[in-house]
């Protein structure tokens, strides 16, 4: 896999507004928010998306859910409602090719969306 500027910010080689960190994954607010609460999750293991998983990653995939939960409570979308997005390759819009969560919240979301 190619390095991605989500490897720099792994390395804390280029700035982000993080907001949890531990061993396995990092969460830092997108530079471009879509929705008042705006959040990456990723995981520090260099994985380019979706397609890419390989079995021995379920562990790790279900750990990122768990802090995406945890997440959503501390920044209080929880009881109103967020969504949790994955793109993935070209047409699915990816364009950093690290996999990612978007943890959206703090507006109505429309579906479906574009
Ligand atoms: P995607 O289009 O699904 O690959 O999402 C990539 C996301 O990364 C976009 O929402 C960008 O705004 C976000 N992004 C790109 N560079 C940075 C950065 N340096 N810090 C925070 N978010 C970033």
Same mark, same amino acid.
């Given at each position: 896999?190619?390095?991605?500027?989500?490897?720099?910010?792994?390395?804390?080689?280029?700035?982000?507004?993080?907001?949890?960190?531990?061993?396995?994954?990092?969460?830092?607010?997108?530079? &471009?928010?879509?929705?008042?609460?705006? #959040?990456?999750?990723?995981?520090?293991?260099?994985?380019?998306? =979706? !397609?890419? %998983?390989?079995?021995?990653?379920?562990?790790?995939?279900?750990?990122?859910?768990?802090?995406?939960?945890?997440?959503?409570?501390?920044?209080?979308? &929880?009881?109103?409602?967020?969504?949790? #997005?994955?793109?993935?390759?070209?047409?699915?819009?990816?364009? =950093? !090719?690290? %996999?990612?969560?978007?943890?959206?919240?703090?507006?109505?979301?429309?579906?479906?969306?574009?």
């Amino acid at each position: 896999m190619s390095e991605t500027i989500f490897s720099k910010i792994i390395r804390k080689e280029i700035p982000a507004n993080i907001v949890y960190e531990d061993d396995h994954c990092l969460a830092f607010h997108d530079v &471009a928010p879509q929705a008042p609460t705006h #959040v990456l999750v990723i995981p520090k293991k260099p994985i380019v998306n =979706v !397609d890419a %998983l390989e079995s021995e990653d379920a562990a790790l995939i279900g750990h990122l859910w768990m802090v995406i939960q945890k997440l959503a409570r501390e920044l209080n979308i &929880a009881e109103s409602g967020y969504r949790v #997005v994955v793109n993935c390759g070209r047409e699915g819009g990816q364009s =950093v !090719d690290h %996999l990612h969560y978007h943890l959206l919240g703090g507006r109505p979301l429309a579906w479906p969306p574009g």
